[in-house]
């Protein structure tokens, strides 16, 4: 162990700035590989230490404990590495390609979890066959294509004991929101194979960059999410909420849709977060809208009938002239945009063909003017 200490010592000691960077490139890869064939070390002496008992010397309940202790380990992580120790021995085609440094710690414990999953279900000489088979596999593939090729392994040597694994993984499905502090949302969740396939398939096609783009990849998604969302809504298919297909509320008062200053900012239903009159003034460009009078103390005395600012007339109308996004180089299909008036109806503007055109959700994001420095450098 000097030696080993000393070596280290002696690279901690190295001035990279003197060095080639493609010689340090070299180095680290080497050193990523020893440092596997030094874990394959470690856990072969774990081995003797958990078969000895000698953990149990300074009063360590278990090997576990010994190694979480002593090896600054969280619990879960010290667990898995004595019983991955434990598996090694049993498992010697695995280990031998771990000391060589053929495959890496990841891959060896997903080889030695199926296996040991498997055992009691094979004959001895077909497990043997299947060790083979899966380091051969763990050689010439990373951890993530090798976890594939141990779930196959796994249908095939227990399809019942599969399907009870996915009906676990389903149970486990869960979707969250909670608000923070700043107005936003936060969103957690788990879903299972079926369920994430399904809604990655939905939100791909709508999360593709646009020319010059400088969205992030999560941006886009999320994007792509409230456009789901938005088009579910727009389709009217939802079941009934409160006698009603559900909908966006959005509540705004005259004068801030008028930009009158010290007009008050507008409110979104299932949202405690105001929203900016500009904004408003954006969904309010193709929505149905009511009227509430309400009297100084805001209690309403009279509501007017809901009337849609762009009737389904009119929007199959400019659908046809239009036939995508009005924007300069833009060419996203009617499914994706609004009804977009050049001057705001708030504003007098007629709800005709003359005044309303196609605009897509970026570019209607940036007609309204308070809005384009920040949609300008992507939503």
Known sequence: MGSLQSAIDELAAEDLTRVPVVRI???????????????AQALRRL??????????DDGSLSSKAWLRRHGRMTAGAASERVRIARRLGDQPRTRGAFEAGDI???HVRQVTRVLADSRERLEPEKWDEAEAMLVDVARDHDPGSLRQVCEHFRHVVDADGFQQSEAER???????????????????????????????????????PRPNDTRTPSQRRADALVELARRALDRGDLPMSGGERPHLNLTVDLVTLERRAGAPAAELGRSDQPISGETARRLACDARVSRIIT??????????????????????AITARDKHCTAPGCDRPPE?????????????GETSTANVRLLCRHHHHLEHPELKDEWARGP
């Open 25 to 39: 490139a070299d180095d680290a890869l080497d050193q990523f590989r020893e440092s596997e064939r030094l874990q």
């Open 170 to 208: 389903y149970d486990r499905r869960r979707f969250d929101m909670s608000p923070i502090l700043d107005g936003m949302e936060t969103i957690d969740g788990l879903l299972d194979a079926e369920g994430s396939a399904m809604v990655k398939s939905a939100l791909d096609p709508l999360a593709k």
């Open 47 to 56: 081995a003797v230490v958990d078969e000895a008992g000698v953990w149990a």
């Open 295 to 316: 009297d100084g103390a805001s209690q309403p005395i009279d509501v007017g009938r809901a009337t849609r600012s762009i009737p389904p007339a009119l929007r199959r």
């Open 104 to 106: 890496g710690y990841e």
């Open 336 to 348: 994706w945009c609004d009804g977009h008036h050049d001057i705001h109806w708030i504003d007098g």
